[in-house]
């Protein structure tokens, strides 16, 4: 008897119904290959249909080009209206693209007019992507992906979508996580509502996650091009100086900490309200009768990443363009850039973006004013915890009014 046929994983794990016959001359085979046991045997033989599984499905392109429209370029830029895994499988060259900055559809409980994926589904819908992404990264290049949570279905729980497609990143298609970075919203509404406001038995949800994965454990980066100001403590103590002592946590502040570098190395929570309810943008769609696309990210979003991670000239992608605030940014900016987006409405409102008007000169080339938020240390408020009673039942019925 031979070698049972492995490109089944079931196969393997399936061998306890194996006749008495076939397994007797299975364990034999295992002793004449050096196995210490069936046991292990079994557990090789199922390792490795896994991994040819892992290896079909990888190197698995999409079984045909379809046809890519050139929607618009500009002077650093390209636009295409299409399927981006037509971009990275066949039009893009490979180790081409320095930065992939995007936001994807996320996956969430109920479906939005964006086309967002089943959370469900996620990983599954997102590997062919995954796969052009390695294809067309540099090996010191960034992938950075913005993706909101969700909540599961009528219940207060939290889905794992976002960290399902982070593990599956890096075990699977061998992505480093670099360091998750906080994109938090302080203009966010307190959602969702049946569990904030009315239930009252959980707080607002107004972060999201943003993983900025790479081929490499040491891709290009460098802090110094995204330094924040200092606080009026920092400048006092620069400017009067500090007694160098040990804290109470066992760090050793040396006199190395009074030298002024030209700014403090920024948290890896990212404050930005987004809040554009007017706007050039919003203004063209109106007039020209186009959909705005929906779940637009605030241009110093993609800004930080651009700034951190690449240099002039440096090719950026996002494959998942909207409304085209990356491609916007990086025009500024003085990279090249490529977008796609299947949605051909959404690109017709993220020309008003490029315009050659005066309006639109003038908000690419201006300059951010720093914005500082604030937010409350926990518990600032006093409460009487007698009259304000904790949810006996966890919030599964409604209080009565």
């Known amino acids: ?192 509502a049946e569990w904030v406001n009315v239930r009252r038995v959980r707080v607002k949800d107004a972060v999201n996650c943003i993983w900025w994965l790479s081929l490499t454990p040491f891709p290009k980066a460098n802090n110094r091009r995204v330094l924040s100001p200092y606080s009026p403590s920092m400048h006092h103590l620069l400017e009067n100086g500090y007694k160098p002592n040990l804290r109470p946590s066992g760090h050793d502040i040396s006199d190395k900490f009074q030298k002024n570098n030209g700014g403090a190395v920024p948290p890896n929570l990212l404050a930005i309200a987004n809040t554009e309810s007017q706007g050039q943008y919003l203004e063209y769609c109106r007039d020209n009768g186009i959909r705005p696309h929906p779940a637009r990210f605030p241009h110093l979003l993609p800004e930080y990443f651009i700034r951190l991670l690449t240099d002039p000239g440096d090719l950026v992608l996002d494959p998942f363009a909207g409304s085209c605030v990356t491609g916007m940014v990086a025009e500024r900016m003085k990279r090249k850039w490529t977008a796609v987006e299947m949605n051909s409405e959404y690109l017709r409102g993220a020309l008003s973006r490029f315009s050659q008007s005066t309006n639109a000169s003038k908000s690419l080339i201006r300059k951010s004013k720093p914005t500082v938020y604030e937010i409350s240390s926990p518990c600032p408020m006093p409460v009487d915890e007698v009259e304000i009673k904790l949810a006996e039942d966890g919030g599964t019925s409604r209080k009565k009014k």
């Open 1 to 192: 008897m031979g070698i049972p046929p492995v490109s089944e994983p079931k196969d393997a794990v399936a061998s306890m119904r194996l006749t008495r016959h076939e397994r007797t001359e299975m364990k034999a085979i295992a002793k004449s290959l050096g196995f210490r046991s069936f046991g292990d045997y079994v557990r090789f033989l199922h390792n490795k249909s896994q991994d040819e599984v892992k290896l079909a499905r990888k190197s698995k392109a999409p079984a045909k080009e379809e046809k890519l429209t050139l929607f618009h370029t500009t002077k650093y830029g390209k636009i295409y209206n299409g399927d981006s895994l037509d971009y990275l499988f066949y039009k893009a060259k490979p180790k081409s693209v320095n930065l992939i900055v995007t936001s994807p559809p996320f996956g969430l409980t109920r479906q939005k007019s964006y086309g967002n994926e089943d959370a469900d589904q996620y990983c599954k819908w997102f590997r062919p992507f995954a796969e052009g992404f390695r294809r067309v990264l540099e090996e010191d290049g960034s992938l950075v992906i913005d993706i909101g949570g969700a909540w599961k279905p009528g219940i207060p729980t939290r889905s794992l979508y976002h960290y399902e497609l982070l593990i599956m990143l890096c075990k699977e298609f061998g992505f480093h996580l670099c360091q998750e970075h906080y994109w938090w919203n302080p203009a966010k509404l307190p959602t969702p």
